[in-house]
């Protein structure tokens, strides 16, 4: 006599207490005693400052008005955010020319919408006027003085208009001249070698603030005394400089990882210089960086605010400069909720797309 | 290429000539920028009667600044003006990088461990801080936490030692009797033991197999020794607490609400990149050199000694060097809120009292640049020394 199975038995279902939201709870907010411990700690945490600042932010907080009376309650006043939202955008650009800020940006958003489908023909065309042309045109649009146009002075740009001009334009001037630089690093030739390294590390080794106050105290001494640089354009050189160092070590990096065979077959094929780094090993360079140069541009977006300290109104600066308002004293906490908000908007937005983008050139580079 | 065929070429397309043209063209450009930039500054200077001179460091200063770590009166000397400001400008950055270090290391380990609620209010902590501008978070906390703090009558107290108000934050302070010099030794001589400790716990293991626990013997040795000198000394520390004289606080340490603001932002805004940094460090590490690590009988302390640790900070440690490079550059930014650091009082009132731009830039430039290299310079020596040896 056996006492064998002759079937197999069926597979019985897991014990309860591992399935479900039970089984989930389990597993991820209790699953030893300090881990306990942990979840309890901070789930009073969290209790002790979510409500209270929803009940600020939201239930007790004023929508609508026009001055602070309106604001009477304890919550936040928002009505200050909406009174000075014009502000916020645009700086003390005039109101009957917002139009002329407003058709430069719904220019590029297609532009750069478009930039962006996969395979679309005349990309490349499109990609030279967005990065070239563009920024020479909406120059004159937002300055006008020409066809018309009334002329506003850049004193007046401000807001989080400047913010993304002088992010833009940053990037755009960087970005060749960051190229040139890692080429000009890694060349066999010493002196432009050395010229590179110099500057690199210079612009590498100072903070930016110095630059800008560089740019902003040193320049007119440099030039010639007749020659009267633009204060906007004095920190767009600032930016542009510091940043291109940035750009150049993280383009440096792209360079070092390619493979010497890819130069060697380049050679093998008797491209010339230019051409071999045009064709061969830029492209893949740059595809490899791509999120280090995302990575970059970020921390280009959130240093244009330090503009604020050579007196430029870009949006921390027009936060600022509300907050000072005698009308609307006292809404800090909002004015910096707000302003930290766009901030966040736009940075958090770039460091997903450059994940996406790291995805889609995912060309079997990375093992 | 042959001989033959290199002198074929025509020279224009000989390539060592071309590189030699390229180079001269460079020198060209960078002497004629300088020679440009020169020449129109000389001009410059003169009209504005601008003389190029370090003189004026001998002179008196003439304004006050907030807070100093060395005597300073509105009577010193510039050249006094730009000690004060160096020394500031160091003793935030030094303390913003220990706080932020821990606070990321925290953050960090917290975003890698098994407790979801942990981890995502770590990843939440990290995307907000990281993408908001400094500049807005140091004026948030000066202008938005610090000044709406209640006034010093109605300080925010904790336990009766420590305040919090508007005119910043009061902390106890220990203040020395005479004998603590005998615990300052204790201390120095009990480091002076763990290195020795280490040398010996390292030979008699190599002799003897024994390994000791050095950590811990250390570890007692470095707390214990001064602690038991602290006692038999008959406990020569006494602490100033603050306490509220009429309007204001007397007695204790005092943070200035700009030094407060400025190191929350400067650790709240590192601390968010170091905690990235150490997590990708973590998660370098594959898992089979743990489990390699444990099917050779090592314990789980070992593991971590031995085995994981040496190979996270080889990728750890260079990018939060430069987090604590960029740390020391960002405390520049304490010129927003009048913390008197080295651009606020040299580059900003310093230049406007005596107009020597050139100068007075050309030498914090290179104060901030002589950080950054030397860092750089040792972060170079300690790649060398720890990246993988290959082929």
């Not at chain 2, 640790?309 to 987090?323: D, F, G, K, N």
Request: glycine share 8%; hydrophobic share 55%; charged share 10%.
């Amino acid at each position: 006599m056996a006492y064998v199975l002759k079937d197999n038995h069926p597979d019985l279902p897991p014990p309860r207490s591992e399935v479900g939201v039970v089984g989930w709870l389990r597993r991820n907010l209790f699953s030893t005693w300090y881990n306990s411990l942990f979840t309890l700690v901070t789930l009073y945490l969290l209790y002790r400052a979510i409500p209270p600042f929803i009940d600020w932010a939201l239930i007790q907080a004023h929508f609508s008005g026009t001055s602070r009376a309106s604001c009477t309650g304890g919550g936040a006043c928002w009505v200050f955010i909406g009174d000075r939202l014009p502000q916020f955008f645009y700086g003390f650009y005039p109101a009957a020319e917002q139009w002329r800020v407003n058709i430069g940006f719904a220019v590029i958003v297609p532009l750069l919408a478009y930039l962006h489908l996969p395979r679309a023909p005349g990309k490349l065309w499109v990609g030279v006027f967005t990065l070239f042309v563009y920024p020479i045109l909406a120059f004159f649009l937002f300055s006008g003085g020409l066809f018309g146009l009334t002329y506003v002075p850049t004193t007046q740009w401000g807001g989080l208009m400047l913010t993304l001009i002088l992010a833009f334009a940053g990037i755009v001037a960087a970005l060749p001249l960051g190229v040139l630089l890692a080429l000009g690093r890694r060349s066999k030739l010493p002196i432009l070698r050395s010229v590179s390294v110099v500057f690199i590390e210079v612009w590498r080794g100072v903070p930016l603030i110095t630059v800008l106050f560089m740019s902003s105290v040193l320049l007119p001494l440099f030039m010639p005394a007749h020659v009267e640089v633009d204060k906007l354009l004095r920190a767009l050189i600032a930016i542009a400089l510091f940043q291109s160092a940035y750009i150049a070590e993280v383009v440096r990096g792209g360079l070092q990882a390619i493979p010497k065979g890819q130069f060697e077959a380049a050679d093998a094929l008797g491209l010339s210089y230019p051409k071999s780094m045009a064709l061969i090993v830029m492209p893949q360079a740059l595809k490899i960086v791509i999120p280090g140069i995302i990575v970059t541009f970020i921390e280009l977006f959130k240093d244009t605010s330090l503009v604020v300290i050579i007196g430029l109104m870009d949006l921390l600066g027009i936060t600022q400069a509300a907050l000072n308002d005698p009308k609307w004293l006292g809404f800090a906490i909002e004015g910096y909720l707000f302003a930290g908000l766009i901030y966040w908007i736009f940075c958090f937005g770039l460091s997903r797309y450059g994940l996406f983008l790291e995805n889609r050139f995912h060309t079997g580079h990375r093992r | 290429m042959s001989n033959h065929q290199a002198s074929a070429t025509p020279w224009w397309l000989n390539q060592r000539i071309r590189g030699w043209i390229a180079q001269l063209l460079v020198i060209a450009f960078v002497a004629g920028f300088f020679t440009f930039v020169a020449y129109n500054t000389q001009v410059n200077m003169q009209a504005r009667g601008i003389s190029n001179s370090l003189s004026f460091f001998g002179q008196e200063a003439g304004f006050s600044v907030i807070q100093s770590l060395i005597p300073y009166s509105s009577s010193s000397t510039y050249g006094r003006v730009f000690l004060v400001g160096l020394l500031n400008t160091l003793f935030v950055s030094v303390i913003g990088i220990i706080f932020a270090s821990l606070l990321g290391l925290v953050i960090g380990i917290a975003r890698l461990s098994s407790n979801w609620l942990l981890a995502r209010l770590a990843g939440a902590f990290i995307e907000t801080f990281r993408n908001i501008p400094l500049l807005l978070q140091i004026f948030f906390f000066y202008f938005a936490v610090m000044q709406v703090l209640p006034t010093a009558r109605q300080s925010f107290d904790l336990g009766g030692l420590f305040f919090f108000n508007n005119r910043g934050v009061y902390l106890p302070r220990p203040v020395p009797e005479p004998a603590f010099w005998a615990v300052v030794i204790a201390f120095v001589v009990a480091i002076g033991g763990v290195i020795w400790l280490r040398r010996w716990a390292r030979r008699r293991q190599e002799e003897t197999g024994q390994p000791f626990p050095v950590f811990w013997g250390g570890f007692g040795l470095i707390i214990g020794l001064p602690l038991i000198v602290f006692f038999l000394a008959g406990m020569p520390l006494g602490w100033s607490v603050p306490q509220l004289r009429g309007f204001n606080f007397q007695g204790g340490l005092v943070a200035i609400p700009e030094f407060t603001a400025l190191l929350l932002a400067l650790t709240i805004y590192t601390a968010a990149s170091i905690a990235e940094i150490v997590r990708s460090g973590i998660l370098s590490v594959s898992h089979g050199q743990t489990e390699a690590a444990r099917s050779l009988g090592l314990p789980n302390q070992r593991v971590l000694q031995l085995v994981v640790l040496p190979q996270a900070l080889r990728v750890i440690i260079p990018p939060v060097t430069s987090q604590y490079l960029n740390l020391t550059k960002n405390s520049s930014l304490a010129t927003a809120i009048g913390y008197p650091d080295l651009v606020s009082v040299f580059a900003g009132t310093a230049l406007n009292q005596t107009g020597q731009a050139v100068v007075i830039i050309g030498i914090t430039m290179g104060v901030y640049l002589t950080i950054s290299l030397s860092i750089s310079l040792l972060m170079n020596v300690y790649n060398q020394r720890v990246r993988l040896v290959e082929r």
